[in-house]
């Protein structure tokens, strides 16, 4: 799976207390986030250094829109992860988003990551759109392929 640096949310970014992506896409601005590739594109958001607390805490992920890059929209967001779920690898929002490419309503998009009940002691995400998510097929048990 490749990813682009202009559409990225973040990249390993340490998450401890509730804050926006360090990074704001500016769909005002000229840039190929798919089209040429495919009309779809998909948002992925995962843990990549699983997240340590000293107590029970949660995140939730919001995925939001605004005109002006001041005020903002909550488009989707997640349900709230307990940290015992945290583990690397978890993916937040892997259902349908609104699509860039078909045409935001919104200038600029961005993740917010909402921490619940205390900060976190480590923990990092990484988010950004791509034209493809890699997914492991499932088995039943017992099932040889």
């Known amino acids: 799976m490749y990813l682009d640096a202009q559409n990225m949310f973040s990249k390993a970014q340490a998450i401890t207390v509730t804050a926006p992506s360090t990074n704001v896409i500016d ?22 250094t699983a997240f340590t607390s000293g107590g029970a805490t949660s995140l939730q992920v919001q995925y939001q829109g605004s005109n ?5 929209t909550t488009i989707a967001q997640s349900d709230a992860v307990a940290l015992a779920n945290l583990a690397q690898g978890y993916k937040f929002l892997q259902g349908p988003t609104i699509s860039p490419v078909s045409g935001s309503p919104y ?33 039943a048990a017992g099932y040889v392929a």
């Not at 601005?29 to 990549?48: F, H, K, N, P, S």
């Not at 002006?68 to 903002?72: L, P, R």
């Open 107 to 139: 200038r600029y998009l961005r993740l917010n990551y909402v921490v619940a009940s205390g900060p976190f002691t480590g923990g990092a995400i990484t988010a950004a759109f791509t034209p493809s998510l890699q997914h492991q097929p499932v088995y």
């Open 27 to 48: 769909l005002g601005v000229a840039r190929d986030i798919g089209g040429a590739v495919t009309d779809q594109v998909y948002l992925l958001c995962e843990v990549v």
């Open 68 to 72: 002006d890059a001041s005020s903002w």
